[in-house]
């Protein structure tokens, strides 16, 4: 019962360098998000996904870039760092609220810091 | 677009005392709140939810909150507060069918 899984828990990276957050969930939820937390700010949505294939930017997208390319995985990209996006990025999971009012459901986070 | 103010940033609250964390919602409409609770280190862990019906709504972990639609309020209430509760709580607002706006927490320490 492994829920929301998000790869790696930990990464340290140069400005400028690009990775991938993975995102995996095992509950068969049609919408997927990614948010950042930061000290004071709570968490802001980055870009979100209503289904396979369809993905939609939330509140602070700029600099990110994220697929959907199955189901249960949603991956987002840094393509070029920046100190800017230090920060611990959560992926949550949901059926639509409005159709069976089920809440989201998170990972355990990813701390990211840019050097 | 709704909005959550959270207006404590930190509390101090002593083994068994009770606790109360105060939130506000912006949004035109009956919204959808949550209660989250962070533990250092982890995830959000939901402590309860109001969609609709009863404005008291019990969670887990013996927290309970109140929707007060007057005062746009759904303040999250513990009768007697253990050591374990000490973290970072999240009130959020859903209004949207995908969308959830979540204030900037409110830190609980528990002193002994």
């Known amino acids: 019962n492994a829920g929301v899984t998000q790869t790696p828990k930990f990464r340290v990276l140069k400005t400028g360098q690009s990775m991938t957050l993975l995102c995996a969930q095992d509950m068969n939820h049609e919408y997927m998000y990614w948010y950042r937390q930061d000290p004071g700010m709570g968490l802001r949505l980055i870009h979100y996904s209503v289904g396979e294939g369809t993905t939609a930017k939330g509140e602070v997208p700029d600099g990110y870039n994220v697929s959907r390319l199955k189901k249960q995985n949603f991956l987002l990209g840094l393509e070029s760092a920046a100190p800017s996006q230090t920060s611990v990025y959560f992926c949550a999971s949901s059926y639509p609220q409005g159709r069976s009012n089920q809440p989201q459901h998170f990972g355990d986070g990813t701390r990211l810091s840019i050097l | 677009a709704q909005s959550v103010t959270q207006p404590d940033i930190h509390i101090t609250v002593s083994e068994g005392a009770s606790l109360e964390l105060r939130c506000n919602y912006s949004y035109g409409a009956t919204p959808y709140l949550f209660w989250y609770v962070q533990s250092p280190g982890q995830g959000l862990q939901l402590l309860l939810k109001y969609f609709s019906g009863d404005t008291l709504v019990q969670g887990i972990k013996g927290f309970e909150a109140e929707f007060k639609r007057s005062q746009s309020s759904f303040n999250l209430r513990k009768p007697s507060v253990h050591w374990s509760d000490a973290a970072e709580y999240f009130c959020?607002?859903?209004?949207?069918?995908?969308?959830?706006?979540f204030g900037a927490g409110t830190t609980v320490t528990v002193r002994a």
């Open positions: 959020a607002v859903g209004a949207d069918d995908y969308k959830l706006s």
